[in-house]
C-alpha cells in the first residue's frame, strides 16, 4: 500500500501570507495526485488534479508541483475563506489513499 | 446539474448490518466510476472503495478494513450507488460520503452531502 504522509498538520497563519503544504507519497506516483479543501461540516472540494492542473472555478492562488514521490501545494495570498483543511490524495494504486490533513487556522 | 444524495444512515449496533443509497441525477451515471468515502468524527478521509462502471467491467475495489465485510453495488437503471455494510464495528462510524470520480481515477469532482453511520451500543 502507498502510505501518504502530509506536513504540517497545522499551519497557523494570517490573511495574505503564503502557505506552502508537503505531501509525501512512500513510492513513485508519477502525477495521481490530487487536492481537497474540507471546510467544517462540508464534502471536500476538488482543486487540483494530476498535482499542479487547477479545477475550473478555483482561484489562480492555489497552485500545484511534484512528481514522482513529493508534491507540494501553495495559497499564494490567504484570503479568509481559505481557512480549511486540505487532504492530498494518490491515485497511482489500490488503495487509494489519503494524506493526513493540513488544517489552516488563524 | 449534477446531484448526489446519500441515505440510509443511522444508529446500528455492532455486528449488526445497514445498507446506504446514493441517487445519482446530472450525469450519465452508468458510465461513472463511483466511490465511497469516509470520516470519523473529528478524522480525516479514509477511501472505501469503488465500483466501475459495466463498461470498464464493473469491478470493485475495497480497503483493507473493509474488504469482505462491506460490498459496493449499483443499479443503472435507478442512477443508484449502494453500500451494504455488515458485521458492522464502531470504529465505522463516520460520515460516508459517495463520490463521482471525474475525470480520471482519483478526482473526486462531485460528492453527495455525506450521512453519518454511528455503530455504538
Known amino acids: 500500500d502507498i502510505q501518504m504522509t502530509q506536513s504540517p498538520s497545522f499551519v497557523s497563519a494570517s490573511v495574505g501570507d503564503r502557505v506552502t503544504i508537503t505531501c509525501r507519497a512512500s513510492q513513485g506516483i508519477s502525477n495521481w495526485l490530487t487536492w481537497y479543501q474540507q471546510k467544517p461540516g462540508k464534502a471536500p472540494k476538488l482543486l487540483i488534479s494530476?498535482?499542479?492542473n487547477l479545477r475550473s472555478g478555483v482561484p489562480s492562488r492555489f497552485s500545484g508541483s511534484g512528481s514522482g514521490t513529493d508534491f507540494t501545494l501553495t495559497i499564494s495570498c490567504l484570503q479568509p475563506e481559505d481557512f480549511a483543511t486540505y487532504y492530498c490524495?494518490?491515485?497511482?494504486?489500490?488503495?487509494?489513499?489519503f494524506g493526513g490533513g493540513t488544517k489552516v487556522e488563524i | 446539474e449534477v446531484q448526489l444524495v446519500e441515505s440510509g444512515g443511522g444508529l446500528v449496533k455492532p455486528g449488526g448490518s445497514l445498507r446506504l443509497s446514493c441517487a445519482a441525477s446530472g450525469f450519465t451515471f452508468s458510465h461513472a466510476w463511483m466511490s465511497w468515502v469516509r470520516q470519523a468524527p473529528g478524522e480525516g478521509l479514509e477511501w472505501v472503495g469503488r465500483?466501475?462502471?459495466?463498461?470498464?467491467?464493473?469491478?470493485?475495489e475495497y480497503s483493507a478494513p473493509v474488504k469482505d465485510r462491506f460490498t459496493i453495488s449499483r443499479d443503472d437503471s435507478k442512477n443508484t450507488l449502494y453500500l451494504q455494510m455488515n458485521s458492522l464495528k464502531t470504529e465505522d462510524t463516520a460520515v460516508y460520503y459517495c463520490?463521482?470520480?471525474?475525470?480520471?481515477?482519483?478526482?473526486?469532482?462531485?460528492w453527495g452531502q455525506g450521512i453519518l453511520v454511528t455503530v455504538s451500543s
Open positions: 494530476a498535482a499542479s
Open positions: 463520490t463521482w470520480e471525474n475525470p480520471r481515477p482519483g478526482e473526486f469532482d462531485y
Open positions: 465500483i466501475k462502471s459495466k463498461s470498464s467491467g464493473e469491478t470493485k
Open positions: 490524495l494518490q491515485a497511482n494504486g489500490l488503495p487509494l489513499s
